[in-house]
């Protein structure tokens, strides 16, 4: 079975700081990889993912992931954050072959302070 | 146009009480989920359907009853409600391919009494 992991729960940040959130992943084949982001109030939104090629992602407002397959990660990193990235943000994985099977981290809470 | 649609967004019930959350994607996907997120924000897939065919069904309640009357909807239906079932609740879908995300519907915060 799969699983998530996100390291960092809660994350309080000074606007205009950088943010790097980690995720990692069990799973012994081949998965697909994804970022998604939960404004207060509102449902899920895709931010990035990965499927294949180059290892560096970049999504939308500005956030980029790396995928180290060697260390089974896919971090997320901004390099200078704003109030309006107050958000809760979900790491997910699903196996290549089984797209909805999709597993997600349990979440990390950034509060960016104006 | 709303993609990934849901009603109620709220839903106030007492226990006991037998109720329903519809869903409805425009996408033209092959694939819908229902996902439940407790208080703690965990988010844990509850039932997957491909074409009206129930392919997930994690560990899950009998009193949760999915239902897809065709391909574009797929109805959560959860009978003699509990309080520990209060939680938000997602629809979701995607297309039936191997590389895919899902699109979220807004949710419906259930809260039983």
């Known amino acids: 079975a799969q699983s998530v992991s996100q390291h960092n729960h809660h994350v309080i940040l000074s606007e205009a700081a950088s943010l790097e959130l980690g995720c990692n992943y069990s799973y012994g084949g081949t998965v697909n990889l994804f970022w998604y982001v939960q404004y207060p109030g509102q449902h899920l939104q895709l931010l990035l993912k990965y499927f294949s090629g180059d290892p560096l992602v970049k999504g939308i407002k500005g956030f980029e992931a790396e995928f180290i397959k060697s260390k089974f990660s896919f971090n997320l990193r901004k390099p200078s954050v704003q109030w309006s990235d107050t958000a809760e943000y979900f790491c997910a994985v699903n196996p290549r072959t089984n797209a909805g099977k999709s597993t997600f981290g349990d979440g990390t809470t950034l509060t960016v302070k104006p | 146009d709303t993609a990934v649609s849901q009603t109620p967004k709220y839903l106030v019930t007492q226990m006991g009480n037998d109720k329903s959350i519809k869903c409805e994607q425009n996408?033209?996907?092959?694939?819908m989920y229902w996902y439940k997120q407790d208080s703690k924000k965990f988010l844990k897939i509850m039932f997957s359907?491909?074409?009206?065919?129930?392919?997930i069904n994690e560990t899950v309640p009998n009193r949760f009853s999915p239902k897809s009357p065709d391909k574009a909807h797929l109805n959560l239906h959860i009978n003699s409600l509990e309080l520990g079932d209060s939680a938000v609740y997602f629809c979701a879908s995607s297309r039936e391919t191997m590389n895919t995300e899902a699109f979220f519907g807004q949710g419906t915060r259930l809260t039983v009494v």
């Open positions: 359907y491909n074409n009206k065919e129930l392919i």
């Open positions: 996408l033209g996907h092959d694939t």
